[in-house]
């Protein structure tokens, strides 16, 4: 049985328990994960405090903040305490994190192996429970002057337009093009329809001198580059 104090809100309880005064008076670092979603959601339910609430919430999914960043509205919204607005307010803090990542450095990056594409590209993938086609452009030089989604699909596909990646490219003044989809599913293996529209853009690349360089498929940790593997 929780005592008194236990149940009581955040705004009741000992100063140095509550995580904002414990934010402001030790920073941001000292909270945990379940400290941080307390202050998100502010309150519990009638059974837990903020804290405890988001500890189970983390629970439920490993305690892995990645897992947590693809969830939906409406899973959050399945747990006792967590309404439309607190599960909105969860998903749009971690989508948050994830654009940090993704534009968290300004310096110009060359792309000298599949591992420096990978790394720019990983995180647009983050999280994604669909696919998605990207491509990476890079100037005569092969550093990056842009990044831009295609098509985004289903869980089992979606659609690379020729035309629309090169006029994108052509648009940017690119010299050349890395492909980028992810599999959701974390099987890095190529199907036939991956092999079969790489094939078809980089022949179509050589005929506007506008070159592709590789293809890569993504999962959350991994990638698949099919010029390391001799397709390209």
């Known amino acids: 049985m929780k005592s008194y104090q236990e149940k009581l809100g955040i705004k009741s309880w000992a100063e140095a328990d509550r995580p904002r005064e414990k934010l402001l008076l030790n920073g941001r670092r000292h909270l945990t994960d379940a400290e941080l979603i307390a202050i998100l959601i502010s309150s519990g339910n009638k059974n837990e405090t903020a804290v405890d ?108 337009d020729p035309k629309i990646i090169f006029k994108t490219a052509l648009d940017h003044n690119a010299t050349y093009v890395i492909l980028a989809h992810n599999h959701p599913s974390g099987n890095l293996k190529p199907s036939k329809q991956d092999i079969d529209i790489t094939k078809k853009l980089v022949e179509a690349g050589k005929t506007l001198e506008l070159y592709v360089l590789d293809h890569l498929i993504v999962t959350n940790k991994l990638f698949y580059s099919f010029g390391d593997e001799g397709l390209i």
Do not use: C
Request: hydrophobic share 45%.
């Open 53 to 160: 609430l988001s500890r189970r919430i983390l629970a439920t999914y490993n305690n892995d903040l990645d897992a947590l960043g693809k969830v939906s509205v409406k899973d959050l919204s399945k747990f006792y305490g967590i309404g439309e607005a607190k599960a909105i307010t969860i998903v749009a803090a971690l989508e948050i994190g994830r654009r940090r990542k993704d534009t968290g450095g300004s310096d110009v990056i060359k792309i000298v192996t599949p591992v420096d594409a990978f790394e720019v590209l990983r995180p647009v993938f983050a999280d994604l429970n669909h696919e998605e086609f990207w491509i990476l452009m890079l100037n005569q030089a092969n550093y990056v002057i842009g990044k831009q989604a295609i098509s985004s699909g289903g869980t089992a596909g979606t659609v690379a």
